[in-house]
C-alpha cells in the first residue's frame, strides 16, 4: 500500500482537492439553492407544506450528504498519505454517516411512493396499477441501501486496519 501512496501521491492529492472542492460546492451551492428557492415559494398557497418538503428532501439528498461524503472522501484521501495517526472527524463517523443517509433513503421512498402512487393510480384509474407503480421505487432503493450499508461495513473494518499499519511504521 505504501508502495502505490508513492507511486501516485501527485495524483491522490489531486483528488484530494477535487473532492474538496465538490463537497464544499455541493454544501454551501445547497444552502444558496435552498435559501432562494426557500424565498420563492408561495405561502397563500395550500402546496408550501409540499414545496417546503421537497426542498428540505432535496437539500439532504442531493446536496448535504452527497457534500459530506464528497469531504470524507477528501478526508480518507489524505489521512492515507498523511503523518497523522487519527483520522478526521467525519472520516472517524463515516461508517454511520452512510447507515443514515440509508435510513433517509428509505424514508423518502416510502414518503414518495405513497405521494406518487395515490396520484398514479388516479390517473389510470387501475387499483393494480399499485404493484407496476412500486418496482421503480423498490428495486434501485433496495440497490442504493445495500451499496451504502456495504460502504459503511467497509469503513468500519478498513479503519483499524489502517490506523494500525500507521501506528507499526
Given at each position: ?41 408561495d ?22 450528504l ?42 423518502k ?22 404493484l407496476?407503480?412500486v ?25 483499524p ?9
Open positions: 500500500m505504501k508502495e502505490f501512496i508513492k507511486k501516485n501521491r501527485a495524483l491522490l492529492k489531486l483528488y484530494c482537492i477535487v473532492a474538496g472542492i465538490i463537497g464544499w460546492l455541493l454544501i454551501v451551492g445547497g444552502v444558496f439553492w435552498f435559501i432562494l428557492s426557500a424565498s420563492s415559494i405561502t397563500s398557497t395550500a402546496q408550501r407544506p409540499d414545496g417546503l418538503m421537497y426542498l428540505i428532501s432535496s437539500m439532504i439528498f442531493d446536496f448535504a452527497p457534500g459530506l461524503i464528497a469531504l470524507g472522501v477528501m478526508q480518507f484521501i489524505r489521512y492515507l498519505f498523511a503523518d497523522t495517526d487519527k483520522p478526521g472527524r467525519l472520516l472517524g463517523m463515516a461508517d454511520w454517516l452512510f447507515y443514515w443517509y440509508a435510513v433517509f433513503l428509505i424514508l421512498t416510502y414518503f414518495k411512493y405513497v405521494f406518487y402512487c395515490e396520484w398514479y393510480a388516479e390517473a389510470i384509474g387501475l387499483e393494480t396499477s399499485r407496476l407503480f418496482q421503480p421505487f423498490l428495486l434501485p432503493t433496495v440497490a442504493k441501501v445495500l451499496i451504502l450499508v456495504g460502504l459503511g461495513q467497509i469503513i468500519r473494518r478498513v479503519m486496519v489502517i490506523e494500525e499499519s500507521k501506528t507499526l511504521v
